[in-house]
């Protein structure tokens, strides 16, 4: 057993929570603005109408103000790794450290590199090389998150890697299987493709507050028909990805999908809960009903873990205490493995520390067998395994329903601004003032269930948070999440201030 201070956990769980929630308010904004300035540059260069050049410069305005502080924030992210999770990144710095490294040096590279061009260029550069620079900027943004998105996938499911027992680090072995992971390319996919709505609804809120003051009113209608056509498109291939991400989910992660669903036992022909009220005092391995009310879709679930009505999904109880007659192995049989994982590398160390190479490769032979579970044997018990169902059941149903609304705005707005009407519709601005809102909470939620999902996983199976911790003290990580809070909250401050500045201003002041 290792001896781990539980607040010292859940503060640097915490502080990292709110570090990552806090930046994936810029991101997502930036990954869809940054192609739909592109858009309106584009259209720009072929008419030659001085109108989409306000329209252009004006959101990237917007973008630049967001993309500032993203920037700034994920910098923090990333130095996290190393002060509170430096067990974590010694582990596996190798393989964890690559992704971040090309992050930095193309991608990165690559929004620099032509992001002055962008903001100061006009006039500076011929108008096709202005707009093929904002087209640079847009692919390097979204090809930031790829490799961000490549390392969290890792995570998520570890390949591509192997254990190196002399030195208990995880190494590189196959950088191709880390880059196609499948969870990484379902979860980039699903990512950016839900950052295209949140921008798209970014737009759309903007320009409704124009029509309903009355001002602008050409632009904002000019803004919403790109938008809401980006948006829909988005939005309906969110659906797509989404469903796979969760395939992906139901293969590699399958008590994340049961923490989704709210299944404690496992079904053959399993519903989708469409909507539902938790029993919050249902724990494993109790009688009680799960749920004090549900409506469920029926054999949707089995469909879609497991592309084939009627299959098995196994629930929770499963994944904890085993059922031999589905051949799912409980938490509880993996505990005793990683145990004699655990043991059987210590007697390896000290074979090899004593120059006994017979009894060393003798306890690595064992140590081979059950390496794939190390991880549970740092569990205290099975339950452990089981993340906190409640918030994650909530943040997933919250996601799904609210993208489920967005196709419906984004096509009830280029319907009636094609139209020439929807100035007139004065039920349906209002709503579009609050989309982006909704897709802010839509991207919070997404986020909670995927990171908090997945625990008690740093790496999943084979790291546990707790082992994950920098060996700091509790009081030195609420400081820091004092500090951080604080900051943080003046840069949203200064951040909100200066885009409702400039949303004042409007397009005729730049």
């Not at 602008?216 to 056509?229: E, F, G, Q, R």
Request: glycine fraction near 8%; charge should be negative; charged fraction near 15%.
């Amino acid at each position: 057993m290792i001896d781990v201070d539980p607040s010292l956990v859940d503060w640097s769980r915490a502080q990292f929570a709110f570090t990552a929630m806090y930046h994936w308010i810029f991101v997502p904004i930036t990954l869809g603005l940054s192609f739909l300035c592109a858009f309106y540059e584009t259209i720009y260069l072929k008419t030659g109408n001085e109108e989409w050049k306000r329209i252009t410069r004006f959101w990237m305005t917007l973008f630049g103000i967001n993309f500032a502080i993203g920037v700034a924030t994920g910098i923090i992210l990333e130095f996290e790794f190393g002060t509170n999770w430096s067990n974590y990144s010694w582990m596996v710095g190798d393989i964890f450290g690559a992704p971040l490294a090309i992050e930095g040096l193309f991608a990165f590279f690559l929004e620099a590199s032509f992001f002055a061009v962008m903001f100061f260029g006009w006039n500076r550069v011929s108008k096709g090389f202005h707009c093929f620079s904002t087209w640079m900027v847009a692919i390097g943004s979204n090809l930031s998150a790829v490799w961000i998105l490549v390392a969290n996938g890792w995570m998520q499911n570890p390949v591509g890697m192997a254990f190196n027992p002399d030195t208990a680090r995880f190494e590189m072995q196959n950088f191709a299987e880390v880059v196609f992971n499948p969870i990484a390319v379902s979860k980039f996919t699903h990512t950016s493709s839900s950052g295209f709505v949140m921008a798209s609804a970014f737009v759309l809120t903007i320009s409704c507050w124009y029509l309903i003051k009355g001002k602008h009113v050409d632009m904002a209608k000019k803004s919403i028909v790109v938008a809401s056509v980006f948006g829909l498109v988005a939005s309906c291939f969110v659906g797509f990805t989404g469903d796979e991400a969760a395939y992906e989910v139901a293969q590699k992660q399958p008590m994340k999908l049961a923490a989704m669903e709210g299944l404690y036992t496992g079904e053959r022909g399993a519903g989708i809960v469409a909507m539902g009220i938790l029993n919050d005092t249902k724990v494993p391995g109790d009688v009680q009903d799960a749920f004090l009310l549900k409506v469920k879709i029926p054999w949707a679930l089995s469909l879609l873990a497991n592309r084939e009505f009627g299959s098995f999904v196994p629930g929770i109880d499963d994944l904890v205490f085993g059922n031999a007659e589905e051949n799912v192995m409980g938490v509880n049989t993996m505990m005793e493995k990683g145990r004699m994982a655990l043991t059987d590398l210590a007697a390896f160390k000290l074979a090899k520390n004593n120059q006994d190479d017979s009894a060393a490769d003798a306890a690595l032979a064992r140590f081979d067998v059950n390496k794939k579970f190390m991880g549970y044997g740092y569990l205290d018990t099975p339950e452990e395994a089981v993340p906190p169902v409640g918030l994650v059941f909530n943040s997933f149903h919250l996601m799904a329903a609210l993208g489920s609304m967005f196709p419906v705005i984004f096509g009830a707005f280029l319907f009636f601004t094609l139209k020439g009407t929807v100035s007139e519709k004065r039920w349906l601005l209002p709503i579009g003032l609050f989309t982006g809102l909704l897709a802010l909470f839509a991207q919070q939620a997404g986020w909670v269930t995927a990171e908090v999902g997945r625990q008690p996983w740093a790496i999943q199976g084979l790291m546990p948070v707790k082992i994950a911790t920098t060996n700091l003290t509790t009081t030195s990580v609420q400081i820091t999440f004092a500090m951080f809070a604080a900051v943080f909250t003046l840069l949203l401050i200064a951040e909100i201030s200066i885009m409702l500045k400039q949303i004042a201003i409007g397009p005729e002041g730049h």
